[in-house]
């Protein structure tokens, strides 16, 4: 894989705490307007998609099979 030295992250130019800070508050916004859809049918399925994108930034990443697995659902919830 061909890495990328002029991230912002990986530079330093923004600190891995404030990129923390913002997906905290991205998702307790997220999980907030959740409640606003309708049906409740859909409500669960964008709530597992959201719990399957914080399970894969957070702990399945490193695990190739599951990692395509999880994407690959992700991706057919969404079509």
């Known amino acids: 894989a061909e890495t990328k030295p002029g991230r ?3 530079t330093g130019e ?35 998609n959201t719990l399957l994108t914080y399970l894969y930034s957070v702990h399945l990443k490193p695990v190739t099979g599951v990692k395509n697995a999880v994407c690959a659902g992700i991706i057919s919830m969404a079509l």
């Open 8 to 10: 912002p992250l990986v």
């Open 14 to 48: 923004v600190r891995p705490e404030t990129v923390k800070l913002v997906l905290k508050w991205g998702y307790a916004l997220h999980l907030t307007l959740l409640c606003l859809v309708e049906p409740a049918a859909l409500r669960l399925l964008v709530l597992a």
